[in-house]
């Protein structure tokens, strides 16, 4: 009786393993279903912290940059472009008609199959030298775009300017 006792709860060891590999598999195998517009706001929240963190004044969000964007990840996404920055020279001249800046800057990334896809972008560009710089320059405008495609996977532009401050002419009043 006793061996038949030490056989069930081996059985039981080994049902709780495969129990927990199974949930752990499911957990890691499944992408995150978070809405692109949350991973946007998170992206710019992070980089925003991290500006203050460093003393830089935060970046204001601009719709116009937002916009260029999200075509910018959509066309990533759909393998129009490749992850990177295919057109970023378009997409300045585009916002030409909107903003009047000296300088701008962009961030990409791709992230499949992680849980939290804004920080692991902002992180990835924390510590590339080459994406950090846009992070800590001197801009003050930037916009996000995120798309999410079928798989789950997230593609994330972020596009950084320094707005060019026209001084009012003197109206002689």
Same mark, same amino acid.
């Given at each position: 009786m006793i061996e038949l006792g030490n056989m069930k709860l081996k059985k039981l060891q080994i049902i709780a393993v495969i129990i927990v590999f199974t949930i752990l598999l499911h957990h890691c195998m499944n992408k995150p279903d978070?809405?692109?517009s949350e991973v946007e706001q998170k992206v710019f929240q992070?980089?925003?912290?991290h500006r203050a963190s460093i003393g830089f004044d935060e970046l204001a969000w601009n719709e116009n940059i937002s916009e260029q964007c999200r075509e910018h990840s959509k066309n990533m996404s759909t393998g129009i472009v490749p992850v990177g920055h295919s057109g970023f020279d378009e997409?300045?001249?585009k916002?030409?008609?909107?903003?009047?800046?000296?300088i701008a800057g962009e961030n990409v990334a791709f992230v499949s199959?992680?849980?939290?896809?804004?920080?692991?972008?902002?992180?990835?560009?924390?510590?590339?030298?080459?994406h950090r710089v846009n992070l800590e320059s001197d801009f003050n405008l930037a916009?996000?775009?995120? &798309? $999410?495609?079928?798989?789950?996977?997230?593609?994330? %532009?972020?596009?950084? &300017? $320094?707005?060019?401050?026209?001084?009012?002419?003197? %109206?002689g009043y």
């Open positions: 978070i809405p692109a992070l980089v925003n912290e997409r300045i001249k916002l030409l008609g909107f903003i009047s800046f000296s199959g992680y849980s939290n896809p804004a920080v692991l972008a902002f992180n990835e560009w924390l510590n590339s030298e080459e916009g996000v775009g995120v &798309i $999410r495609n079928n798989n789950g996977d997230y593609y994330i %532009t972020q596009i950084f &300017i $320094r707005e060019k401050f026209v001084p009012q002419k003197n %109206t």
